[in-house]
């Protein structure tokens, strides 16, 4: 993989980029930016997950004028939730050039769209039907068109979205340049690249097939919100002595290590803006044992050849599925079996089934674990290491102490100081991690505008 200071980028982008905290392109973006950048057509076959949107919101923000304000990009998504979310992409991609990504999608009030549109935003991101929507109202006018985007085309064709695509990019001036991303290329959206693009470059991002073995994987779905509290929990069941926690960006690094350092655990982020001397000083205490967490990013995590890591953390899902393999790579070393865990949000759950698909192998759903059974593990966990230590016959240097103190205390009462020493008590510090992908908009934070009706109405009954 490449970094994006290789793809000839602007300072305005690579700021942005920079700021999201991403540190490499993906296949995909390597591959399809520089010729969307040059203008030429482009079709980008590539497996859901794999970074796609970043591929055509940089050729997009890069190539369109902050000056001129009228749409002069479109990119058509599948659903309501895409829409939102590519919009959000975009706009961050964008934050520095002074363009302005906006969603329209069925479900939301037209009316409000219409409002929003008169705006002239330089992009406009949204589905087939409430774009059709607008063009028959002639509240979307195409004349400044200079790129159109289909997002996850096979998709868009499988819901039915075929004929208003085309209707789509007719009423879209000639001369244009037009990206088409898919997962796969049925025989209908081949024959709507040849009718609608003009020599298309071809990017194939061909899916590997992995296996992990030693390993034992497990996902838990739950709130980004409830992540950080689930990760303490679960280091506090398995009192791991060596584990690393995976982060998608730097910030995500810093702002994880952060939270695990002031609720107690011995934790050290590593992250490509580390000095080399940071790096090397952080590397020999995790590698000594003097730091029990290491919080990485992918790129700053490769590489490692550590065989004592026995334990790996997903907090965020990685933005390439091939680096899933990489990650749990870590742990399950030189014959020992490792477990990784991985966090999800809801709408994550589909690139984890892909994820499945590349490893062959079922990753096993879990239930978030509470306070108490995190408490209860960690004590299950300091008595299997007393117990082992007592097999191991190492303490027998130690028989002498253990007999000095027998003669002012019983056995039970030392047992149980020694099983609370080696417990770590769950520490519930509140902390706050921002969230990578901001939540979809739902309907049921749309819907407040009833309730201030009807606070109208007992005002003029008054």
């Known amino acids: 993989m490449s970094t994006f200071n290789n793809l000839n980028l602007s300072a305005e982008i690579m700021s942005a980029i920079n700021k999201l905290g991403f540190e490499e392109a993906t296949p995909i973006q390597e591959k399809t930016i520089p010729p969307a950048l040059a203008g030429h057509d482009v079709i980008g076959q590539a497996p859901t997950g794999t970074g796609k949107t970043i591929s055509f919101a940089i050729p997009i923000v890069e190539r369109i004028s902050a000056e001129a ?33 906006l969603p329209i999608y069925g479900g939301q009030d037209i009316n409000r769209q219409i409002r929003a549109l008169k705006k002239n935003p330089q992009i406009i991101v949204g589905t087939p039907g409430r774009i ?12 400044n068109l200079k790129i159109v985007v289909l997002d996850e085309a096979d998709e868009m064709l499988n819901m039915g979205f075929l004929e208003d695509i085309e209707t789509i990019l007719q009423a879209a001036p000639s001369q244009r340049q037009t990206l088409l991303f898919s997962a796969t290329m049925p025989k209908q959206i081949v024959a709507l690249a040849n009718k609608f693009m003009n020599n ?21 779905e739950i709130p980004h919100g409830k992540k950080f509290d689930t990760l303490c929990n679960l280091l506090d069941m ?50 000594s044992g003097a730091t029990e967490i290491l919080v990485a990013t992918d790129v700053a995590a490769r590489g490692l050849d550590i065989d004592s890591v026995t334990h790996v953390y997903n907090f965020d899902i990685p933005q390439d599925p091939e680096s899933y393999v990489h990650r749990i790579g870590r742990t399950g070393r030189a014959g020992r079996t490792g477990l990784a865990i991985t966090l999800i949000t809801p709408r994550e759950l589909s690139q984890l089934k892909f994820i499945e698909r590349l490893t062959k192998k079922k990753i096993q759903r879990l239930s978030a674990p509470t306070l108490t059974e995190a408490r209860e593990g960690a004590q299950q966990v300091a008595i299997e290491r007393l117990i082992a230590t007592i097999e191991e016959q190492t303490a027998n240097s130690y028989r002498g ?31 706050n991690i921002t969230e990578e992908r901001p939540k979809p908009q739902t309907r049921k934070n749309q819907t407040k505008r009833p309730r201030s009706n009807s606070l109208k109405k007992r005002k003029r009954r008054k």
């Open 69 to 101: 304000n009228k749409p002069q990009a479109l990119v058509i998504t599948p659903t309501r939730e895409l829409a939102i979310q590519v919009g959000e992409e975009i706009n961050k991609v964008a934050q520095f050039k002074g363009v302005h990504a």
């Open 132 to 143: 059709m929507d607008h063009l028959r109202r002639s509240t979307i006018r195409f004349h």
């Open 200 to 220: 298309p470059a071809m990017v194939k991002i061909a899916p590997k097939a992995m296996t992990v073995d030693n390993t034992e994987q497990y996902y838990i």
């Open 238 to 287: 398995h009192a791991p002595t060596s584990a690393i926690v995976f982060g998608r960006t730097k910030r995500g690094v810093d702002e994880v290590t952060e939270a695990l350092t002031k609720r107690g655990y011995s934790a050290e982020g590593l992250h490509g803006d580390l000095t080399q001397a940071r790096r090397d000083s952080v590397m020999r205490q995790f590698r």
């Open 401 to 431: 102490l253990a007999e000095s103190l027998l003669e002012h205390h019983d056995s039970v009462t030392l047992l149980a100081a020694a099983i609370k020493l080696l417990t770590k008590e769950p520490n519930t510090t509140p902390v």
